[in-house]
């Protein structure tokens, strides 16, 4: 076990540097240059000159990418051209608010597909599997942005009952004062900000978990074991809940980690839609603005938080299931 | 075998009303000169925002234009960069898988690490990076999402070929002499597409709702032609006075994507041997 | 497995209870229980970038300098200078500006300002090794001199007319401002309001300060809101999550908003113009005759009355209306496509081949009209401008980019009509002498007529403003003949707020000053 688990982290290495030069050159293939975006209009040619050698931009690309590189084994991303702060800070300051908004979404998603998934397998060929099938489809049928829009417009205009933006509190530090005073107030808040960013989010995550639900349970119930089961007489609830669901969660679990990788990207823009204070919405007003460092910085820690929960589904899979240690396929969907 | 697949397919009833909706769709977008009532680049500067009527079913836009025609044309572009994207996107992954599959070694290394670069990437930023380098334009919006999207049919291929490759005939065929690509091509090939078609049915989808999101992040394709995802973005504008606007193409991009998803799933369903037993 | 089965359930439940509870009036301030009425919520449409003065650029920036700083003078709703930190100053030659400081003036944190103050705002912007974006701006000043704890003089290089307005608003920072720490992300300044925390992307909030020197104003707290989108925000206002916002906002928005009785709406022409840059180097349009003929196909009445409906005004030149500089003499070329196509015809240009397209010399008229994607509505003006020429039988072709792209664009010269526009005209000196004269830096359409640049270099050197005015006006007039920035619309402002706020004054530029005066009634 400890082999595998240093040899998935020992591959994390290519793709960690993959990314960085992936992200280094396509942003310098962008035209328009930070100078020119953070001079504005007004600038002179000998400012611009002045301002790109400040920045370091009239090196040459390699020479650029290598002290990039150097610096960044020492953690070291450098500062953002615009905020004049270092890009760690702004970084470890959002991605805290996006991990949250990820996870709740990922809930939101379970919520919905495992009732759905559960009910189309076991009445499969029914209309209630039809319906809840189309039902869960329409998620993922709908732009992210789309629904946000219209969510805001009903719950929070039309009906006035949740915030329209913002973050409201962190969950952490509401389930905090839960504990510590009994006070739900705060983390209330949270949750009211909470509630439609990560409904949005989560319900395209619902559409592809309830299909896997669905189809890996299907293959548990026509088991030779779940028929030993019946034959025993054992309750029909109880076969299906006990038997079937916990022996179809393993290609779950697989989707579920995969699906939470996606949830970082798509995060991006339910970040704009509903002002949550992101790291999505920081690495693309960086893009637009050309902010060299905190893009590469924002791009490569979401690729390493993808990476990682990657590589904890793997682990999580190998323990479950010994057998498949050696294989990295996933057997996504 | 084919007929047996048809009939399996007509059958399934998600397949089905995916197969009906995206006929209509694809229909209105070929014959979109025919259906279209009115030219949709023809501006009415004074019959702005009009709500459905008789005259304009849908209404008419912010420049007067009417939308049942910006619709059917929408549909051409949003048809065309679906299907454009999956393609680059499918010959793409689906060669690449081929190649790491079946010769395994150092290009298939190679080849596993670009796709987990590619697949830690964030999608939308990686999107968003492409079409401002290369500029928003239809045909850049189909490259840059294809060049996304090639990850999942190289893993998916690669699976594949690695369960076949030991089978008899592939075996057989290595051993009366044929060239590797000759195997890769003729044996191999027509026994992995089954899950590749699945997944362009289900990433036509896919490319139509990214499509539509560059456009909201202001990198879609360029006015005055419209893709729905370009009207629906501009037209929440106004949401509030003029919904017609969004909600059509909205409506459009949501029955289309659901057609591709129930004809992906069913196609699953017909020829995944795991489900066909009974 | 049960046990699974009744955490989901939980689940649903407290999400059901969060979204039961009817939300309070002032979810984000709601804490503490104190009475909150004097509290003002300001939705902001971007984040700043940094709150040091002397390195910020961007506007919301500037929104929050009006609450926490002052600057030596201030301009006001006509763009007069008014007295702020400087009580008083006079000019007694042209190379010379003496302030006289206010006294008793006190930093939030409690030092005293004094003249020092002011010099080492001053000479540490104009520092190159201090790395100021606009240290530029303040090229026309040599020296600041502390001649008393109370008296500031600024000596200069060549007369420089324009000094107050571009100069002398600048927030002035305590001497010891670079041995702060995060100073940039926490100013202190002598304004009404101290800032108190910035929650960046989220929020800024500020709380009155009972010792300003104009008096402790009404409001106990500002916060500031960062909604990005358009749409949320006015969204926002109407939930009550905000009480105000600002241009820039979506026409059909302001429309809404006007019918609600529960919301107060200011229209302003502001001090932003959008024109339209005709690159005199690119081979079609090097030939003024094809220049003005195309202008006559621009129907600025139908842009600013049906796209921005009603928020900008038809433009008619580069002087802004509300001004000292405003002139109506100066007429844009009338919308008139007959004549256009006419004026085009003597240039040569006639559809020879029949495809509707006009031509010459077998080469088609063909003309991209470039916009950057993030302003929605300068997007519609160059798609209905595409419309317009189209009409005229020009082969037209829109270009949109991100801002960046753009400008890198413009810059290279690799435009034939850009579309973009221009903020805070508080004098015309900074737009005329910087983009228009033919050895300007931002010159970049190859725009050459000794005239105008013997006209707004003299305006330069002269200090009334009716004789600025008159050297202006011809100016003007040169740029509309020659076809230089065509001018499409005066670019307008709105302020949206709650009927309860009292005593706001708008302002032009969206100055928010006034917050000072301001209370919440109940």
């Not at chain 1, 996606?262 to 893009?287: C, H, K």
């Not at chain 2, 334009?137 to 060049?147: D, E, F, I, Q, Y």
């Not at chain 3, 300060?209 to 206002?237: C, H, K, M």
Request: aromatic share 10%; hydrophobic share 45%; glycine share 8%.
């Amino acid at each position: 076990m400890r082999h595998y688990f240093f040899r998935r982290l020992l591959q994390i290495i290519p793709v960690v540097f993959g990314i960085t030069a992936l992200v280094f050159f396509i942003m310098r293939l962008i035209p328009g240059d930070p100078a020119l975006v953070l001079l504005g209009t007004d600038a002179t040619p000998e400012d611009l000159a002045r301002m790109r050698e400040t920045l370091g931009l009239n090196e040459s690309l390699w020479t650029q990418f290598f002290s990039y590189i150097k610096n960044a084994l020492t953690l070291d991303f450098g500062n953002s051209i615009f905020q004049k702060e270092a890009v760690m800070t702004i970084l470890l300051r959002s991605f805290p608010a996006t991990l949250e908004l990820s996870v709740c979404a990922i809930i939101i998603s379970l919520l919905i597909a495992v009732p759905l998934g559960v009910a189309a397998a076991v009445k499969r060929n029914t209309w209630i599997d039809y319906a809840g099938m189309t039902f869960a489809q329409l998620g993922t049928s709908m732009p992210v942005f789309w629904i946000g829009v219209l969510l805001i417009m009903y719950f929070s205009v039309h009906l006035g009952w949740l915030p329209s933006f913002g973050r409201g509190e962190p969950l952490t530090r509401g389930l905090g004062l839960l504990v510590t005073t009994g006070s739900p107030q705060v983390l209330l808040t949270g949750l009211k900000h909470i509630l439609m960013p990560a409904f949005s989010l989560g319900v395209m995550g619902a559409a592809l978990i309830s299909r896997m639900i669905r189809s890996s349970m299907l293959e548990v119930l026509d088991s030779d074991y779940i028929r030993t089961a019946r034959a025993k007489g054992t309750p029909e609830g109880k076969v299906v809940m006990k038997h079937a669901f916990r022996g179809a969660l393993l290609p779950v679990v697989t989707t579920v980690g995969l699906q939470f990788g996606a949830l970082l990207g798509n995060a991006i823009v339910t970040e704009t839609v509903f002002s949550w204070p992101g790291i999505g919405r920081v690495v693309v007003t960086a893009i637009s603005q050309r902010d060299f460092p905190l893009v590469q910085g924002g791009v490569i820690l979401i690729a390493l938080a993808f990476a990682l929960i990657n590589m904890g589904v793997d682990l999580l899979y190998a323990v479950i299931n010994p057998k498949i240690r050696a294989g990295r396929e996933r057997g996504a969907a | 075998m084919r007929a047996d697949f048809v009939k399996k397919l007509l059958r399934n009833k998600s397949a089905l009303i995916g197969g009906v909706l995206i006929a209509i769709v694809v229909l209105s977008a070929l014959l979109a000169p025919l259906l279209a009532p009115r030219d949709p680049y023809e501006m009415h500067m004074d019959n702005r925002f009009a709500p459905p009527s008789a005259e304009h079913l849908m209404g008419t836009d912010q420049y007067g234009r009417d939308l049942l025609s910006r619709v059917i044309y929408g549909a051409v572009v949003s048809l065309q960069v679906g299907v454009i994207a999956v393609g680059v996107s499918m010959v793409l992954g689906v060669f690449l898988g081929l190649i790491s599959g079946y010769f395994g070694g150092w290009a298939d290394r190679v080849i596993m690490t670009l796709v987990d670069i590619f697949l830690s990437f964030p999608i939308i930023l990686l999107a968003i990076a492409f079409v401002a380098a290369l500029g928003p334009s239809p045909k850049n919006v189909m490259l840059a999402l294809g060049l996304i999207y090639w990850t999942n049919y190289a893993r998916t291929v690669r699976a594949s070929v690695l369960a076949v490759k030991e089978e008899e005939y592939v075996l057989a065929a290595r051993t009366t002499g044929a060239g590797d690509f000759r195997v890769i091509f003729l044996y191999i090939l027509p026994n992995v597409l089954a899950p590749v078609i699945v997944m362009a049915t289900l990433g036509l989808g896919t490319a139509i709702i990214s499509e539509s999101t560059l456009s909201f992040l202001g990198l879609g394709i360029q006015p005055p032609a419209a893709s729905w995802g370009s009207t629906l973005a501009v037209g929440l504008d106004y949401l509030r006075s003029a919904p017609h606007i969004s909600v059509f193409p909205g409506c459009c991009i949501m029955l289309t994507v659901l057609g591709f998803n129930l004809l992906g799933n069913g196609i699953r369903d017909v020829t995944d041997p795991k489900l066909n037993r009974r | 497995m049960k046990k699974a089965w009744i955490l989901c359930l939980a689940g649903v439940l407290l999400l059901a209870a969060a979204c039961g509870t009817p939300a309070p009036a002032n979810p984000p301030a709601s804490e503490g229980g104190a009475p909150a009425q004097q509290v003002l919520r300001f939705g902001l449409d971007v984040d700043p970038e940094t709150l040091d003065p002397r390195h910020a650029r961007d506007v919301s920036a500037l929104r929050v300098f009006e609450l926490c700083g002052d600057g030596l003078i201030q301009l006001n709703e006509k763009l007069e200078a008014l007295p702020s930190l400087a009580e008083s100053w006079e000019n007694p030659d042209e190379l010379t500006w003496v302030f006289h400081l206010r006294q008793g003036v006190k930093f939030h944190d409690g030092s005293d300002l004094t003249a020092e103050d002011v010099k080492y705002t001053y000479d540490t912007i104009r520092d190159p090794a201090f790395g100021a974006v606009y240290a530029a701006n303040y090229a026309s000043i040599k020296e600041v001199v502390a001649e008393d704890d109370y008296t500031v003089r600024f000596d200069l290089n060549e007369p420089y007319s324009p000094i107050l307005a571009n100069n002398m608003e600048l927030t002035i920072v305590p001497a010891e401002a670079d041995s702060i720490a995060d100073f940039a992300a926490k100013p202190i300044g002598t304004g009404p309001f101290i800032m108190m925390e910035w929650a960046k992307n989220e929020k800024i909030l500020f709380e009155a300060n009972p010792d300003y020197w104009g008096g402790s104003p009404a409001l106990q707290r500002v916060e500031f809101y960062t909604i990005p989108s358009n749409d949320t925000r006015v969204s926002a206002l109407e939930a009550g999550d905000v009480d105000f916002v600002h241009t820039p906002l979506t026409p059909q928005d302001v429309d809404r908003i006007k019918g609600d009785a529960r919301f107060q709406v200011d229209e302003l022409t502001g001090l932003g113009i959008t024109f339209a840059a005709f690159n005199h180097n690119s081979p079609v349009l090097a030939d003024r005759q094809t220049r003005v003929g195309l202008s006559h196909f621009l129907d600025k009445e139908v842009m600013a009355r049906e796209l921005s409906q009603g928020l900008e005004l038809p433009g008619e030149s580069i002087l802004v209306p509300n001004t000292w500089f405003y002139s109506d003499e100066v007429k844009s070329f009338p919308y008139d496509p007959e004549q256009g196509k006419a004026i085009l015809a003597e240039a040569g240009w006639t559809d020879t081949d029949g495809d509707g397209v006009l031509d010459k010399d077998g080469q088609k008229l063909t003309v991209r009209l470039s916009t950057y994607t993030q302003d929605d509505l300068k997007m519609q003006y160059v798609e209905y401008m595409q419309n317009l020429f189209a009409q005229g039988g020009v082969d037209a072709r829109v270009v949109t980019n991100e801002w960046p792209t753009f400008i890198a664009d413009v810059q290279a010269g690799n435009y034939d009509i850009a579309v973009f526009g221009m903020l805070n005209l508080f004098d015309p000196d900074k737009y005329m002498y910087s983009y228009l004269r033919s050895t300007a830096g931002s010159n970049w359409g190859g725009f050459s007529s000794t005239e105008f640049d013997a006209l707004v270099e003299e305006a330069r050197t002269v200090s009334g403003e009716a004789e600025r005015r008159d050297l202006y006006v011809q100016a003007a007039a040169i740029n509309n003949a020659e076809v230089m920035h065509n001018v499409l619309v005066y670019q307008g402002y709105v302020a949206m707020y709650n009927n309860k706020i009292q005593g706001y004054v708008p302002h032009a530029r969206g100055s928010i000053r006034s917050f000072q005066n301001v209370s919440i009634a109940e």
